[in-house]
């Protein structure tokens, strides 16, 4: 259910899907390169075929397709990329390291391991967790309640009642 949405977006958007998956900027990108060029095949076939010459309007409309095709291509990789048993693994290898540098005292260490680790996966509730304490340890209050946040919202119940009271007692 988690790649419903993305993959439904990307579809009628490519890059749609990636930017919600966590890839932000490359999605970003391909949906631009898609709509722009889509318009301009869209006005040289359709709205001024006379003022665009046919062989921009061909061009344009090659790369869009193009572009809705790596679109497609890039939302497959990512959700499989995902999915992979082994990503759990490493993303588990780096919160358990995050951990060990919390208790030698290194933050800055801690903060960074935390850091690949949600950008690998931006939705992986235990990262989310470690972040949010993390962020509460540093006094960055702000950014400990929007992760407590979207712990809370995530569905898994193994950690709402820690982040319905992490929410509670942050300062505003």
């Known amino acids: 259910m988690r790649f419903a949405l993305p993959v439904i977006v990307n579809v009628l958007a490519p890059g749609a899907g990636l930017i919600l998956l966590g890839r932000f900027w490359t999605g970003l990108v391909l949906a631009l390169l898609f709509g ?5 095949a869209i006005c040289g076939a359709l709205i001024s075929p006379g003022g665009i010459p046919a062989w921009i309007t061909a061009a344009a409309g090659a790369l869009a397709a193009g572009a809705w095709l790596l679109g497609q291509w890039m939302l497959r990789d990512r959700i499989a990329t995902l999915r992979d048993p082994a990503l759990q693994q490493e993303l588990a290898v780096l919160r358990n390291q ?3 540098a919390v208790a030698r005292g290194d933050l ?3 903060r960074g391991l935390l850091r690949i680790a949600l950008e690998i996966d931006p939705d992986d509730v235990d990262t989310l967790v470690t972040w949010a304490r993390l962020m509460t340890l540093l006094g960055r209050f702000d950014q400990s309640h929007k ?10 119940e193994r950690y709402r009642r820690e982040a319905v009271e992490a929410i509670e ?4």
């Open 169 to 172: 007692k942050l300062p505003t």
């Open 147 to 156: 992760a407590w946040q979207r712990v809370a919202c995530s569905g898994d």
């Open 108 to 110: 800055a260490e801690a």
């Open 98 to 100: 995050a951990a060990e």
């Open 36 to 40: 722009v060029c889509g318009e301009l």
